[in-house]
């Protein structure tokens, strides 16, 4: 019996510990982190060249707005789930049917959003409950 593969998730996060937060949340949901990012240089070379099945992306990213991140990730088919402390209102048009995580979030907020981008995903498995 052959395993599936675990989605791969990009994570662009500048705060360290929001970061971390957000790693735990997505191993716990079953996927793999990609990143995290902190910085924008770094966010769109991964979202150019890395293997992806969704984005988890804060949208002020040190001081610089992640749109061009977003639609590079667009562009190449990746769906993107973005975590914001403004609100779904500052999204351009263009992403405002893109799910967004207001922030502080809690992990069945990102694992609802995680759910809904990747369901479709020949990757996603949803996490272990069970004992061990």
Do not use: W
């Not at 088919?77 to 979030?105: D, E, M, Q, W």
């Not at 995903?121 to 069970?130: K, Y």
């Amino acid at each position: 019996m052959s395993e599936k593969p675990r989605c791969r998730v990009l994570v662009v996060e500048d705060e360290a510990m929001i970061a971390m937060l957000v790693e735990d949340m997505v191993h716990d949901f079953g996927s793999e982190v990609v990143g995290p990012a902190a910085k924008m240089a770094e966010a769109i070379k991964l979202a150019q060249t890395a293997e992806l099945d969704a984005a988890i992306l804060d949208i002020n990213v040190d001081g610089s707005v992640i749109y061009p991140v977003a639609d590079i990730l667009s562009t190449r088919g990746i769906p993107v789930i973005f975590a914001t402390g403004y609100g779904s209102k500052v999204l351009p048009g263009r992403f405002c049917n893109a799910p967004t995580l207001p922030k502080p979030f809690s992990y069945q907020s990102l694992s609802d959003a995680l759910r809904a981008v990747l369901a479709n995903q020949p990757c996603h498995t949803e996490a272990h409950t069970e004992a061990a």
